[in-house]
């Protein structure tokens, strides 16, 4: 059974940072593309940043590109973000997202809420 589970959320002041983390359980991680993905309040759920199998590249949003650094440890099974210089447009509810590398299929997490804010 596929579980990815998310934490390192919270409340932050604008220009402070977090780190998530996601642990996937359930799959052979090392073969699965990654993604973070993230919902603000009245928007529509967008990517934030992707990492491939290996760790080899990584893509981000524009709007986070040089605050955020995705990262992957594939003894660990697990994916993070590193995000600096957090500004309340960040304030999001964010999700991992794993790809099935066979059969394309996603698989969510839960969710970690993110909130910036002085």
């Known amino acids: 059974q596929v579980q990815l589970v998310e934490s390192g959320g919270g409340l932050v002041q604008p220009g402070g940072s977090l780190r998530l983390s996601c642990a996937a359980s359930g799959f052979t991680f090392k073969y699965y593309d990654m993604s973070w993905y993230r919902q603000a309040p009245g928007k529509e759920r967008e990517v934030v940043a992707d990492?491939?199998?290996?760790?080899?590249?990584?893509n981000y949003v524009g709007s986070v590109k040089g605050r955020f650094t995705i990262s992957r440890d594939n003894a660990r099974n697990t994916v993070y973000l590193q995000m600096n210089s957090l500004t309340p447009e960040d304030t999001a509810v964010y999700y991992c997202?794993?790809?099935?590398?066979?059969?394309?299929?996603?698989?969510w997490g839960q969710g970690t809420q993110v909130t910036v804010s002085s």
């Open positions: 997202k794993a790809r099935s590398p066979f059969t394309l299929t996603d698989y």
């Open positions: 990492i491939t199998s290996t760790g080899g590249i990584t």
